[in-house]
């Protein structure tokens, strides 16, 4: 089955800078990477996702990369801001998905 | 939007009881929803995927005997804590899929006493 690495587990930026995140995934017949954003006791909510026929996608502050060859995809954050505060996950699969551990994001004043 | 509906949002159960956990799609008919586990400060671990008129297929790992899934119509789907233990205390989250993507409910914090 699939299996989703997540790196790093905690990241601390300046407000201002920019925020990357890893992933990597297992299954090649994965098509569909979202990343979700947490607030505690809360249910995950989306902020981005890609699909295996595309290598990059943005929405403003906000863009992900993938590389089906290597089996990674990144979310990019720029411009951090301090409600940028929160845990982050990335997913892959297809008919179901499968959650990396986590990211916790600490932004700086 | 698609709107995945959980219920209850929390609950508190004594050890040996058993505790059912409803989810409905309320604007998308779902043939197929999902079930995740979510322990403090970790990801969602996804149980079961509970399919409308069939039997659930569960992940490895997880016990089928303990985690009932009945999927009886195409908006709802629920599972059942059966003989919840304190070690079952956890954050369980229901999903969906409509047309694009992956919907989820606002889970059900489960405290077994």
């Known amino acids: 089955g699939e299996n989703v690495e997540q790196h790093p587990s905690t990241l601390s930026v300046q407000e201002g800078d920019s925020a990357v995140i890893k992933c990597t995934y297992s299954d090649s017949a994965s098509n569909y990477f979202p990343w979700y954003k947490q607030e505690l006791g809360k249910r995950p909510q989306l902020i981005i996702d890609?699909?295996?026929?595309?290598g990059e996608k943005k929405d403003q502050r906000i863009a992900v990369t993938l590389n089906k060859t290597a089996k990674h995809f990144s979310l990019h954050i720029t411009e951090t801001q301090p409600e940028d505060s929160a845990v982050y996950f990335c997913a892959a699969g297809g008919d179901k998905i499968i959650f990396g551990k986590g990211t916790r994001l600490h932004i700086l004043p | 939007g698609a709107v995945v509906s959980q219920h209850p949002s929390r609950v508190i159960c004594k050890s040996g009881t058993s505790v059912k956990i409803e989810c409905r799609s309320l604007d998308f008919q779902a043939t197929t929803m999902f079930w995740y586990r979510q322990f403090p400060k970790q990801s969602l671990m996804l149980m079961a995927t509970s399919n409308e008129g069939s039997k659930a297929t569960y992940e490895q790992g997880v016990e089928k005997d303990k985690f009932l899934i009945n999927h009886a119509s195409l908006t709802l789907s629920t599972l059942t804590v059966t003989s919840a233990h304190p070690e079952d205390s956890s954050f369980y989250i229901c999903s969906a899929s409509p047309v694009w993507g992956y919907t989820f409910g606002s889970g059900t914090r489960l405290t077994v006493v």
């Open positions: 890609i699909r295996s026929n595309v």
